[in-house]
């Protein structure tokens, strides 16, 4: 999407809102293609994310999630600073990268069933499952999310987007609260199902791949592998493809997980 900018955009810059997945690549897109980033984070970012972002070279702007509309935040800094905004999720282009892994799966194991991805505003499985159809259109699509974030799945059931609270997970990067406009007609079309996990279920998730897996998972990054392995799978499918996607967790974080997976109310 950055670097489909004409010159002159690029040479004012970008700026972007996320929990820190999304604003980690932003910033290291911008530094690659020389440009400037501003990237907007929730205060409560996971610090690992606020640091590496900062690495990337970005200059962060912080906002509260449960005060303040971060999309006006970000468009008020774009309009002010004269920056081109780069959406999280809710853009073709940002949906068409995010398609690539879902390309990659394919490639490895062409044979698959399934795929599985995290789902927050749909970029992520708006993407891999538009690729994967286009390739194997007999593959199913599950999107997963938190049990107490599941705008997509009452979304769905109700055929228009639902809005809902911040909600309380340990999956920070998946409390998005209303599904993207442009993400949720294709998420209609592609998905064969919304399936949710509970926090309990992405703990042990978390842990099981650290420990037999040797792979650090996030929170909201193990909720596609959670909902596998909590056998939360509809009908025969065998072959599943699991998209992983992020390991930022703070140590903090990751020591409250280890030590208490029974907490299901765990604080981000």
């Known amino acids: 999407m950055i670097l489909s900018l004409p010159k002159e955009s690029l040479e004012h810059g970008v700026v972007t809102y996320s929990s820190g997945n999304h604003a980690q690549a932003v910033a290291l897109a911008s530094r690659e293609a020389s440009t400037r980033a501003v990237i907007c984070l929730p205060d409560d970012a996971p610090k690992l994310k606020v640091a590496a972002t900062r690495g990337y070279g970005a200059d962060i702007r912080f906002f509260n999630r449960h ?109 998005v609260q209303i599904p993207g406009a442009l993400t949720f007609p294709i998420t209609q079309k592609n998905a064969d199902a919304i399936l949710t996990v509970s926090d309990d279920e992405i703990i042990d998730a978390i842990r099981f791949m650290l420990f037999r897996m040797k792979i650090l998972v996030e929170p909201s990054g193990a909720a596609a592998a959670a909902a596998a392995l909590a056998k939360n799978i509809p009908g025969s499918v065998k072959r599943v493809g699991i998209v992983l996607s992020g390991g930022n967790i703070d140590p903090e974080m990751l020591v409250r997980v280890l030590e208490d997976k029974n907490d299901s109310q765990v604080a981000p």
């Open 67 to 175: 005060k303040d509309d971060r999309d006006a935040f970000g468009r008020e800094i774009a309009e002010r600073e004269n920056l081109v905004m780069v959406p999280a999720y809710d853009d073709y282009l940002i949906m068409a990268g995010q398609g690539t892994c879902g390309l990659e799966l394919l490639d490895e194991v062409p044979d698959l069933e399934a795929i599985m991805t995290p789902c927050s505003g749909g970029g992520l499985f708006a993407g891999v499952s538009t690729a994967a159809k286009s390739i194997k259109p007999s593959i199913k699509c599950f999107a997963i999310e938190p049990e107490t974030a599941n705008d997509t799945q009452q979304s769905i059931q109700t055929g228009e987007r639902v809005k809902i609270s911040p909600p309380p997970t340990i999956a920070d990067g998946l409390r």
